[in-house]
């Protein structure tokens, strides 16, 4: 059974940084992403990796979020840097593996102005 599990987000002033991490167990990751859902709203695609490593970043975020992966490790990560108020959200990591989402539990990213 895959389980993903999130830590990192909680609270930051607006310009400050935190990393969001996603441990896999169960699986090798491969593909993976971040998603983001702000209050009231859907949730949204924030950044994904492929297997061979191409990367993607939503508009809003490009130039300040960083995802990666530690293979060893078999975990995931969101660095965000000069956050925003509009940053705001819960955030969650996913994967897929043989066509099947696995998702994490979300972690709350907060930043005030």
């Known amino acids: 059974q895959v389980q993903l599990v999130q830590s990192g987000g909680g609270w930051v002033q607006a310009g400050g940084s935190l990393r969001l991490s996603c441990a896999a167990h169960?699986?090798?990751?491969?593909?993976m992403a971040w998603y983001r859902q702000p209050p009231g709203q859907q949730r949204e695609l924030v950044a994904d990796?492929?297997?061979?490593?191409?990367?993607y970043y939503a508009d809003s975020v490009k130039g300040r979020f960083a995802i990666s992966r530690d293979n060893a490790k078999n975990t995931m990560y969101l660095q965000m840097n000069n956050l925003r108020p509009e940053d705001t959200a819960v955030y969650y990591c996913?994967?897929?593996?043989?066509?099947?989402?696995?998702w994490g539990q979300g972690t709350q990213v907060t930043v005030s102005s």
């Open positions: 990796m492929t297997p061979g490593s191409s990367t």
């Open positions: 996913k994967t897929v593996i043989q066509w099947t989402d696995f």
């Open positions: 169960g699986s090798i990751i491969n593909a």
